[in-house]
């Protein structure tokens, strides 16, 4: 047995554990914050084996290529690249086995397919025996570095292109106050094309006769000093090109390290601004007048607008008198407004606000007919009693090419000139949308009204209908319950409105025997269409009553609303059907007895049509015994034409008379004539058409004629049925 340790050798063993326990947690400390270091890295991080087959990567490298890290571990690298991409990956792998690094811009794809440039620092992983075991990579996503790069050759190429094509005077001075580069804007629209670059590069500016004669030279020396200046206005009595200008100017110092090394110069083009300052207010005169029509329009009730921009527009005209009409949808002139105190100082009774076309005249109507202004400085005709007009002006309000209205001033204390024209044809351009927009709005508004009345006046057209109609009404909603009555169901159900209104179905007036039946077909009605059905139904006196009903389900947009039953009453009908059923019954056994007395009579038809064959063949046998002999001797003998004719005749008729045949086919075809049957018999004997035509006295056309009408009227025609096999049949 050992010896047992003393307490000292104890406690040491227990402090030199202790020890290595916060070594070791110190290293799991550590390996932790170097896997978490790893893990949430912004820069992808992943490790392969030697074949390039994904043994680790991090969350970033994972989700930059659009996947997650479980997806990927046990995939080959090309998963992140395109077979184009491949031959760059290989030879970077080569490199970093001969090498044991690799940093390099490498392209990679995402699992959508879009590429994108990377930053690559790769790595190779060594073991012990300093024997290579994978390969380590670090990856970061150089889009945005590439994009910037890019980003600042275009913005170097768009500088130049700027200064090459801005629509700004440009000029680069030295620090000395040379020129050292000026863009063509300034060559083509300061100098007008008169002067060329090189005329520039290398002078002086502070000296050139167009600043000294703008009186910028000490302007010009200032900012090589440091001074930056921006002047408005300045005006260039003597330039390059030989003429005078309104520019602003500006003046930039470029420093560096707080030394002006350059300086740049524009100069701002503003003499078309400077000299449209006139059009300008002018605009401004037609903008305010603008202004306050929309004004009008926004703020001042319907029946005062056509007033308030009547003012505004004879104070813009210096006008004491004018009007502003419209044309409504008939094609009239309506003159909603005079000048305020016109019509207390015209004395003309019959002037009215509404004009007909056919009485447009003057310069206002001129202008309305021909859609242009019309202006004079008179004489006027004008009734007496009338405004007098010493001169005056129209224009026309023209929308879409039609004249909605016009404007006429007048009395102006001169003559109305183009600047006038302009102005009020500027006004009426401007105005016409918002009166077009104004007329269409008080159409529609008429129309509305319009159609709300005919719309009230047609719900008192239906109510009163239904109200009145002489048959029962019956409308319910989809869930059964009454919707609305009219007095004739009342009337006829012996049930008030009151009683019925909201009640669903079962309703009181179906029968107890039928209800159920009733109500299937109520629903079936409701879900499938219009139907029509006979109903027995009650009264509520308990007395029995037939309907005829004709139901529609109501739908709007598709969506079942409501349901509509019209009723007719038809018990008498029914009652008239059920007394012919039961005649119909009596009917039928008194057929019964006149079907067994027709069966006791055919029998004895029977018997008197073998006794009528006998006595027939009785008759053909004497003819043929006692009267053909002597006909045939008749026929040898010597007669002449028209004997033999009569002799055949008197044959045929008597084949006639004894032969079945004919009384067959003529009862059996009774829409044949007497020639025809007299045809069909000859041809039944073989006779040819011509022998026909002999023995019958008649041509050969005729007998054709004949045989046609037979084939036809036995339905042998379009068939190729002989016509003598078929008689043959018949016997």
Known sequence: MGKKPTYEELEQRVEGLEKKARERARLDDRMQLLSLSVEQSSEGVAVVDLDGNLEYLNVAFARMHGYTPEELVGKHLSVFHTPQQMPSIEAANRQLKETGDFKGEIWHVTRNGTEFPTLMHNSLIRDATNKPIGMMGTVRDISDIKQAREALRESEEKFRKIFETVPTSIVLLDKDGQIVDINPYHLNHVGKGKTTKENFIGKNIV??????????SETYKNVLKGEPFDHKDVYFPFLTSGIDGYFNVKGAPILKDDEVIAAVITHENITERVRAEEALCKKEQELNIRNQISRVFLTIPDDEIYGEVLQVVLEAMESPYGTFAYINEDGDRVVPVLTRDIWVECEVQDVGPVFPRERWSGIWGKCLINKGTVSSSGPFRVPEGHIPITRAMAVPIIHQGEAIGNFMVGNKTTDYGEKDKKLLESIADYLAPILHARLQRDRQEKERKKAEESLRKSKEFSFNLLNNSPHPILVIN?????????????????????????????????????????????????SKGARKLEKLFQKKNGERFWVEITSVPIRENGAFKYYLANWVDITDRKQTEIALIERGKELENKTH????????LRVLLKHRDEDKKDLEDKVVANVKKLVFPYIEKLNNSR????????????????????????HQLSSKYSDLTPSEIQVAGFVKEGKTTKEIAELLNSSTGAINFHRNNLRKKLGLRNTKTNLRSFLLSLA
Do not use: C
Request: no cysteine; hydrophobic share 35%; glycine share 4%.
């Open 207 to 216: 000296t050139h006769p167009s600043i000294v004669n703008a009186g910028l």
């Open 639 to 662: 007669l002449n034409d028209r004997q033999m004719v009569y002799l055949n005749i008197i044959k045929s008729n008597l084949e006639d008379i004894i032969t079945p045949f004919l």
């Open 593 to 600: 007895e006149l079907e067994e007395v027709n069966a006791a």
């Open 478 to 526: 989809p869930d059964t319950s009454v919707r609305y009555v009219n007095p004739a169901l009342e009337t006829l159900t012996g049930f008030s409105s009151e009683e019925i209104i909201g009640r669903k179905a079962p309703y009181p007036w179906w029968t107890e025997e039928t209800m159920q039946k009733t109500g299937e077909d109520l629903k079936e009605a409701m």
